[in-house]
């Protein structure tokens, strides 16, 4: 399918239907069997979802918003809304009442679709804009007139239109980013920076076709997910089949058996943190698996020898197929994003025999800037920039990128917009990076650098994930801004603060001498969505963090913590 002469999201979802109608697209669980849907079933059902939003008397431009979990009723919402030229506000599942209430006043949205109307007296006190309110379950009876369950919106039938009126300049969607210090802002996303992306991936990636499935289980209200696996896979034609939840993620792998996944590093730490618990140390197991990584890992550099070749078939039988099978065994790619991948991750997951595309990108980008291609992967890296998209090096090194996948600016706030997107239209994204070999790097956050008293530099990321890669630390954050020495703040279910600073120190020992913890306080309390620690996106919120515990961290730098 031509994408880039398609103008908006409705009219590429319009052709899907046309050219593959009776093909399957979608598989979810619905109550106690799962539930498939073909490419005609989707467009009927999207016309049901269609009428409904044409009975709320809504215009071109207005925004609506959703805050489900990925199913097909997501879809169904998003094609439907765009279609009659609205715009869509996705909101996190998991986020906090108030700060939905706050995007939804932001963004000046008149209607939402809420999974679970348990949350519903919570939000509407807090929300002024919301004319009505869509409640697919536990709809509250007789609570506000506003207020509907789902069944009971939805007309019986419907036919689905596509707005051939929609031009590459027209709003999309307006998506919040996470607002790891302060208010979100929404990033105002046109038709054309969508169909721009699109078009560039299934390019460049033209390995993805019409024979592949995906398992979705990241949130499509985060821009990778929502372009990476869902836009893509209408362009393809690929099934998608949405997963139950994280709990039963292992299960649907291992049933629905997807080719394709889109996942951040945290999946994978997840995986390596419980396989690591059943290697006891010094047991056979262990060996074989660090053998069969370390085997696997020189083939892929190109360094095995003769001996490695020779083994390998059997490493492979004993360890890389097991863990492949974990993932249903037959991945083709990772398609990975969101955060950086530590190294000794990468080089156990790419030892055993799979394959990552580790790309990059920001929401205010659509979100791709660059990924790794099959035949040019440098996983270390975050691969080659779109064939459409600039990349320059500005001042301290910070990557700045031009191209239509650029935003159209942050809604309703000018300044903020001019200052990450300059005169000559060049996004700063705010990530210092090197560029090698048409590969970009990216080595550390503008803003996030520790600046020591004397006058060394340290990047907190790669300092924090190299100490995690020790599972005994849960998160940890480090301190240092203005100090002579570094300091951190570990959650882990171990108490002794004298040994977290041991281990941790054995964890940078490739790092450069000042780069030493030489303080640590131990925090019970785990740093999550609900208490207002971390992002939706499982961020850290650094300054909300500093503010929570700033009795301890005005105690940390005292003889009492030195390791």
């Known amino acids: 399918m031509r994408v880039e002469s398609a103008k908006s999201i409705p009219e590429l979802f319009a052709r899907r239907v046309?050219?593959?109608?009776?093909?399957?697209?979608?598989?979810?669980?619905?109550?106690?069997?799962?539930?498939?849907?073909?490419?005609?079933?989707?467009?009927?059902?999207?016309?049901?979802?269609?009428?409904?939003?044409?009975?709320?008397?809504?215009?071109?431009?207005?925004?609506?918003?959703?805050?489900?979990?990925?199913?097909i009723n997501w879809v169904l919402f998003d094609q439907a809304a765009m279609a009659l030229g609205l715009v869509t506000v996705p909101l996190f599942y998991n986020d906090r009442p108030d700060n939905m209430a706050w995007c939804i006043n932001?963004?000046?949205?008149?209607?939402?679709?809420?999974?679970?109307?348990?949350i519903c007296s919570d939000l509407l006190g807090q929300v002024k804009t919301l004319h009505r309110v869509v409640c697919a379950n536990n709809a509250p009876a007789g609570q506000d007139e506003r207020v509907t369950g789902l069944s009971d919106w939805l007309p019986a039938q419907g036919d689905y239109q596509a707005n051939t009126a929609l031009t590459e300049e027209d709003l999309a969607t307006v998506v919040y980013t996470s607002g790891t210090t302060g208010r979100p802002?929404?990033?105002?996303?046109?038709?054309?920076?969508?169909?721009?992306?699109?078009?560039?991936?299934?390019?460049?990636?033209?390995?993805?076709?019409?024979?592949d499935e995906f398992l979705s289980f990241l949130p499509l209200s985060h821009m990778f997910e929502r372009t990476v696996g869902y836009y893509i896979a209408i362009t393809v034609g690929a099934l998608t089949t949405f997963a139950r939840g994280i709990p039963e993620l292992a299960e649907d792998m291992a049933n629905h058996r997807p080719t394709l996944l889109v996942c951040v590093p945290r999946i994978f730490e997840r995986i390596y943190n419980k396989v690591q618990e059943g290697l006891p140390q010094g047991s056979l197991k262990r060996f074989l698996?660090?053998?069969?990584?370390?085997?696997?890992?020189?083939?892929?550099?190109?360094?095995?020898?003769?001996?490695?070749?020779?083994?390998?078939?059997?490493?492979?039988?004993?360890v890389g197929k097991k863990l492949r099978g974990r993932l249903g065994g037959r991945v083709k790619y990772i398609l990975l994003g969101g955060a950086p991948m530590p190294a000794h991750l990468f080089k156990t997951f790419i030892g055993l025999g799979i394959t990552f595309l580790h790309g990059y990108g920001l929401t205010e980008t659509s979100p791709v800037i660059s990924f790794n291609r099959v035949n040019d992967n440098d996983p270390f890296s975050v691969g080659a920039a779109l064939d459409n998209v600039e990349t320059r090096l500005g001042d301290n090194s910070e990557l700045q990128v031009r191209g239509p996948v650029v935003m159209k600016g942050y809604w309703d706030q000018e300044q903020a917009t001019a200052e990450v997107v300059d005169k000559d239209g060049w996004f700063h994204t705010g990530d210092v990076a090197e560029i090698r070999n048409n590969h970009i790097y990216i080595t550390g956050r503008v803003k996030d650098i520790i600046v020591m008293s004397n006058g060394e530099k340290v990047s907190p990321g790669d300092v924090e994930q190299a100490i995690l890669a020790d599972t005994v630390f849960e998160q940890v954050m480090l301190i240092g801004e203005g100090r002579p020495k570094l300091g951190l703040l570990v959650v882990s279910s171990l108490a002794d603060e004298k040994e977290l600073c041991r281990r941790a120190n054995n964890m940078l020992h490739d790092f450069p001498g000042y780069a030493k913890i030489r303080y640590v306080i131990s925090i019970t309390e785990p740093w999550t969505v609900e208490n207002g620690l971390l992002t939706p996106t499982l961020k850290t919120r650094r300054q909300e963090i500093e503010k929570r515990y700033a009795s301890e961290l005005g105690e940390l730098f005292t003889q009492a913590h030195e390791c």
């Open 18 to 71: 046309r050219l593959s109608p009776d093909k399957l697209a979608y598989r979810q669980f619905t109550g106690d069997r799962w539930q498939e849907m073909t490419w005609s079933d989707v467009a009927h059902e999207a016309g049901r979802w269609q009428k409904a939003l044409v009975q709320e008397q809504l215009a071109p431009g207005d925004r609506v918003a959703i805050c489900m979990r990925n199913s």
């Open 106 to 118: 932001d963004s000046g949205a008149k209607l939402l679709v809420l999974e679970d109307g348990k």
């Open 185 to 211: 802002k929404g990033v105002m996303l046109t038709h054309g920076n969508l169909i721009s992306d699109l078009f560039a991936l299934s390019y460049a990636c033209y390995e993805i076709n019409g024979d």
């Open 289 to 318: 698996f660090e053998k069969a990584v370390d085997i696997g890992w020189k083939r892929y550099q190109g360094k095995a020898g003769p001996i490695d070749h020779m083994l390998w078939p059997v490493f492979d039988a004993l």
